[in-house]
């Protein structure tokens, strides 16, 4: 539950309000009265330091949610690693540096999981987030998203800047990537699924084991811990978003079979790698910090995301090849 004391007459901006975690704040931003403003790529270039200046002039915001950001799945950080480094590196840098400028009351930005060292044990704690080199793969993508929290610090230290970084989990729920190519798991195993049911597949094939077990955690969880981290929280520490519960592929997989009523096989290819074999989340600065403790179970995520997917699969991101080139200053 917001506080719409402190949401009254604040005005709001977000970018990347199209993509996924965007999609899911603003309802939530909606919610709380405050003047919102949510200009698309289009309508704003991040990668342009004049555009983004105007940004900020023209909005004038007291709060900036920075969402924005090039991501893709492993396939497009290794094609395009100076894409993902360089642009994630410059629109960061810009908004927060621009923000600051114009005067800012709060600043929230998010990186993801994989900016912890590769071989952080799992649960992984916060206080992990120096102490190794992210998986190769998507290095040049996670430590550009990294660098915010350096750069919250100096700026906290040298300007006073309320710059605030959190770390969500692996997320899920509507508006996800759906594509594939670049799909994280609980969307690509919830598409595959769905799909064979309804064209009535014998079989569907998942790559490795299934014994890898992952932390996953609802979008819409992820958001309302956001917004209260905007109303209450104001220090350089970073905080992850995460359910601090643990469940193996296979059983997600058993779960979406269940919850999409497919009759078919289930084929494990074990050839295929099942990658890290444990990644969890530390969720206690969650707990203790923001007083937030993620509530929707995996089941009724799952069930929302599924039902969502079905009722939209027409619009939802089902073919969405990354574009580095999009913007006019990318390459
Ligand atoms: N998704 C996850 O599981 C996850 C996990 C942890 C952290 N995060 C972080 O959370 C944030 C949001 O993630 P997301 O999944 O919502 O990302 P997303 O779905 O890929 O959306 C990215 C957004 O950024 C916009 N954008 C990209 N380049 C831009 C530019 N040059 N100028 C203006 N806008 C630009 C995109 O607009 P167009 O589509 O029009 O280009 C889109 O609205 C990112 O910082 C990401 O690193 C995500």
Redesign the pocket.
Known sequence: MCKKEFWQNKRVLV????????QNLLPLLRATGCQLCAP???E????EQQQVRILIKEAAPDIVFH?????GGIMANKQYPADFCY?NLL?NTLMMHEAYLGGVEKYI?????CSYPASAPSPIVEEALWNGYPQPESAPYSLA?KMNVTMAEAYRTQHGFDAIVLV?G??YGPFD?FDLQNA?VIPALLRKIYEAQVNGAEEVTVWGTGKPVRDFVYVGDVCEAIVIAAETYSAPDIINISTGKQVTIRELVERIVAITDYKGQIQWDKTKPDGQMHKGFDVTRLHQWLGFHSRTSLSIGLQKTLAWFVENYETARLDVPVQPN??KSAS
């Open positions: 970018t990347g309000a199209s993509g996924f975690v965007g698309s790529h289009t704003c270039d991040l990668l969402l924005a950001g090039l991501s642009q629109m930005t998010l990186i993801g999981g998203k969500p692996n997320m990537n994280h999009r913007s």
